[in-house]
């Protein structure tokens, strides 16, 4: 099992950044993939992007593709997720996940069921 802790979350203007970090303990983290989900109240948890263990493959949902950027530095056990141009309905509690297994070295997980350890999430509030 991995634990995983965000940070990084907060209030800002709609058009604002900010950049969440979610560190990794308890297992090698760089053999597994990981991601960021996100959830707004009333609605279901949401896939947002994922990263492969190698960190050369990336998946992004429609909704952030060309404003956040998911990156990971293995050396620090630690993914990040820059969130640029901002809007109101990025708002939600984000959550960092680790996958089930490795897989191979290109594969980028996005469903719930590929992941199977969890942060405990972090505030993001944007206002407009």
């Known amino acids: 099992q991995v634990q995983l802790v965000e940070s990084g979350g907060g209030l800002v203007q709609a058009g604002g950044s900010l950049r969440l970090s979610c560190a990794a303990s308890?297992?090698?983290?760089?053999?597994?993939?990981m991601g960021w989900f996100r959830q707004a109240p009333g609605k279901e948890r949401e896939f947002v992007a994922a990263?492969?263990?190698?960190?050369?493959?990336?998946y992004y949902a429609g909704s952030v593709k060309g404003r956040f950027t998911i990156s990971r530095d293995n050396a620090k056990n630690t993914v990040y997720l820059q969130m640029n141009s901002l809007k109101p309905e990025d708002t939600a509690v984000y959550y960092c996940a680790a996958s089930r297994s490795g897989g191979n070295y290109y594969w980028v997980p996005r469903a719930l069921a590929d992941f199977g350890s969890w942060g405990q999430g972090t505030q993001v509030t944007v206002s407009s």
């Open positions: 990263i492969s263990w190698s960190g050369a493959f990336t």
């Open positions: 308890g297992r090698t983290f760089s053999s597994y993939a």
